[in-house]
């Protein structure tokens, strides 16, 4: 009886650290990460607006996961560069990237990519919007939007608008406000935005649709008027601004946005992680005010929000690249 008893019991005690054994891993995986510094991928150069958006983002991120989130530009073809290391990298959590409107773009600019867009990133969720502004150089007799339509409409060739590059979201602003309008309308591109800047400044082109946090300084300098802002609400920075909507084209709203993606197949619980550090960071109220004075407006969200807008996107790019004949530089 006695060893009848006791061999009940070893049997007992053996199942059960087997049982514990087998389900220890499964336990501890999720708290293993991250167990090593992160990764983020721009896909521009320092000190544009996506990296210092990321920088910002990265120091917050960095501290409430308790590793470091390096900034990693890897700049070229209109982020396209960046983005196909990161939908080659691992799924693993360690590599993750800046995922922009130029991401969404790209998907009908370019004739062939060697990801998708869509398929090839598993969303995070979105940072930050930044609306562009509709600006002139200050010798144009412009003063709003009405004055706008109607230089244009008695000028004999019309009105030129700058941008950073055939493709990019300043260019696509005014391909889009060209349709809306009908106006005879010359896009003049460039190879970045200083370059634009500087001939709107010096008179060589007469307008531009340029992002918020660049031309803001010389709005605020008196070099350049700002006759209106494209997204559907006034920004905070510029209050006496109306927007385009507001200025006779209902329903009008274009805004720059980024957003945090991962290697499609990334674990759904470290996607679930960031998602919540990263919704951390964008009501931290330094972390807000910092994006704020950038007229970056947060925008927490869900994975599944992020994709859904991220396939709105491509679809509404798809049509203004088509009917505008935009072309990769």
Not at 40 to 68: C, M, N, P, W
Not at 260 to 282: I, M, S, Y
Request: contains cysteine.
């Amino acid at each position: 009886m006695t060893f009848h008893m006791t061999s009940r019991r070893r049997l007992l005690a053996i199942t059960a650290a087997l049982a514990c054994s087998a389900t220890l891993p499964l336990q501890a995986q999720p708290a293993a990460w991250p167990a090593k510094p992160i990764k983020l991928v721009v896909g521009y150069a320092a000190g544009g607006a996506t990296d210092v958006i990321a920088r910002i983002i990265a120091v917050k991120l960095g501290e409430q996961l308790g590793q470091s989130v390096i900034v990693d530009n890897r700049s070229g073809a209109n982020s396209n560069v960046g983005a196909e290391i990161v939908a080659r990298s691992p799924a693993d959590g360690y590599t993750l990237y800046v995922y922009t409107i130029a991401n969404t773009i790209n998907a009908s600019l370019y004739d062939k990519l060697s990801y998708d867009p869509l398929k090839d990133f598993e969303p995070i969720g979105l940072i930050a919007k930044v609306p562009n502004i509709l600006v002139i150089n200050e010798k144009l007799p412009v003063k709003n939007v009405a004055d706008y339509v109607q230089f244009a409409k008695e000028s004999p060739n019309g009105i030129t608008f700058a941008s950073s590059g055939s493709g990019s979201s300043i260019h696509l602003s005014g391909e889009m406000f060209k349709m809306v309008s009908k106006l005879n309308m010359l896009h003049v591109p460039y190879r970045g935005s200083a370059p634009a800047m500087n001939d709107l400044l010096g008179g060589q082109v007469q307008s531009m649709f340029d992002n918020t946090p660049s031309a803001l300084p010389h709005v605020r300098g008196g070099k350049l008027r700002a006759i209106a802002i494209t997204s559907a609400q006034r920004s905070p920075l510029l209050p006496d601004v109306p927007t385009l909507a507001e200025s006779g084209f209902p329903g009008f709203d274009v805004q720059s946005w980024f957003g945090l993606a991962a290697p499609a197949g990334t674990p759904r619980a470290v996607v679930d992680r960031l998602n919540a550090e990263l919704g951390k960071t964008l009501t931290n109220p330094e972390v807000r005010q910092r994006l704020l004075n950038l007229a970056a407006t947060p925008a927490p969200g869900t994975p599944e929000q992020m994709r859904s807008f991220a396939a709105a996107e491509v679809k509404r790019w798809y049509d203004v690249v088509k009917l505008s004949g935009a072309k990769a530089e």
